[in-house]
């Protein structure tokens, strides 16, 4: 399987911004989905937001106004700009891909994926 490289975490102070990025290995493969999952210790890996190769996007709830997924023009990159950060934004962010297309509603699924990065960690302070 393709391999995802996730970068550009770190730790923040409550309020600030943060902006990390997921890079394809080896051949420019065109992902249907691409999307930003993270989980915070004792809690379940949930879905952050997705991105198709059209560039529709979906975003959790919890997120919704604050971050901003992209790809970039070759979609072989990911990004997600996250402004305003909040303490329970703290998790480590995986990035994920699938060639498979579903339902807006399930974009946040982390079963409908089948490529994942190792992950960057995000800590937001108070």
């Known amino acids: 399987q393709v391999q995802l490289v996730e970068s550009g975490g770190g730790s923040v102070q409550a309020g600030g911004s943060l902006s990390v990025s997921c890079a394809t290995s080896?051949?420019?493969?065109?992902?249907?989905?691409m999307a930003w999952f993270r989980q915070a210790p004792g809690k379940e890996r949930e879905g952050v937001a997705a991105?198709?190769?059209?560039?529709?996007?979906w975003y959790a709830d919890s997120v919704q106004g604050r971050f901003t997924a992209s790809r970039d023009n070759a979609k072989n990159t990911l990004y997600l700009q996250m402004n305003s950060l909040k303490p329970e934004d703290t998790g480590m962010y995986y990035c994920?891909?699938?060639?498979?297309?579903?339902?807006?509603?399930?974009?946040?699924?982390?079963?409908?994926?089948?490529?994942w990065g190792q992950g960057t960690q995000v800590t937001v302070s108070s």
């Open positions: 080896g051949a420019g493969y065109s992902y249907s989905l």
């Open positions: 991105i198709s190769s059209g560039g529709v996007l």
């Open positions: 994920a891909a699938t060639f498979a297309l579903f339902p807006w509603r399930n974009w946040g699924l982390e079963k409908n994926y089948d490529v």
